[in-house]
């Protein structure tokens, strides 16, 4: 197999698998908004109920996504070309492979969160079992292995842009957290003595 198939194909791969995975958290964001609200965390909780938010996020990110889906100035040789192709494959899949497993152990207890606000719902269950046994944010630490990833296997603008802005969710994760701490108390407690936010443990309770 030529290097430019095997690019076409695992680029390809990648975005099917994106966009399966964009379609599954969106399902979870549509019927979270009909679930009673509980507790929150932050000012601009209120926006997550709100479909402008929902539009104006959504418009965003895709006219911003398109518009810089341009490639990098690179001048890689072959031997460069695939180092970046099997090392981007090798932390992109199976961080997505971990985003979609922690979407699907939330089940009905995912919504989504932003770094200025979170909130439960008003039956809100803790859920520890799955990727949530190993690490309490599987999803972010699966979005961030997977945007470091597409940097190396897209090599464009937007994945550039994708993973700078990763590390952003470790604020969104602090919102999450102090609100599963109020809402759980001593549960929550325990369970963040077993398990650690992130492999290296980069959120610390407060």
């Known amino acids: 197999m030529s290097l430019e198939l095997a690019e076409v194909i695992l680029r390809r791969a ?4 994106a966009y399966a995975a964009l379609a599954v ?11 009673p609200s509980g507790r929150t965390s932050g000012r601009a909780a209120g926006w997550l ?3 402008l938010f929902y539009f104006l996020a959504t418009t965003c990110f895709m006219v911003t996504s398109i518009y810089f889906w341009k490639p990098l100035t690179l001048d890689l040789s072959a031997g460069g070309r695939l180092a970046c192709l099997a090392g981007g494959a090798l932390i992109y ?3 997505m492979a971990l985003l979609l497993w922690a979407r699907l152990a939330l089940g009905k207890m995912y919504f989504v969160s932003t770094s200025f606000g979170a ?9 520890t079992r799955g990727p949530f046994a190993i690490v309490r944010h599987p999803m972010y630490l699966g979005l961030i292995a997977a945007a470091l990833g597409s940097l190396l ?3 464009t603008w937007t994945a550039l842009a994708y993973a700078a802005f990763a590390p952003f969710v470790l604020l969104r994760a602090r919102r999450e957290e102090a609100a599963l701490a109020a809402e759980f108390g001593e549960e929550w407690q325990a369970y963040c003595r077993r398990v650690p936010a992130f492999f290296l443990g980069l959120i610390k309770r407060e």
Do not use: M
């Open 14 to 17: 990648g975005g099917l698998l």
């Open 25 to 35: 958290v969106s399902y979870g964001i549509w019927r979270g908004t009909r679930r």
């Open 49 to 51: 109920r709100s479909a």
């Open 93 to 95: 899949f199976p961080g």
């Open 119 to 127: 909130q439960l719902y008003a039956d809100h269950q803790l859920v």
């Open 153 to 155: 296997l897209y090599q």
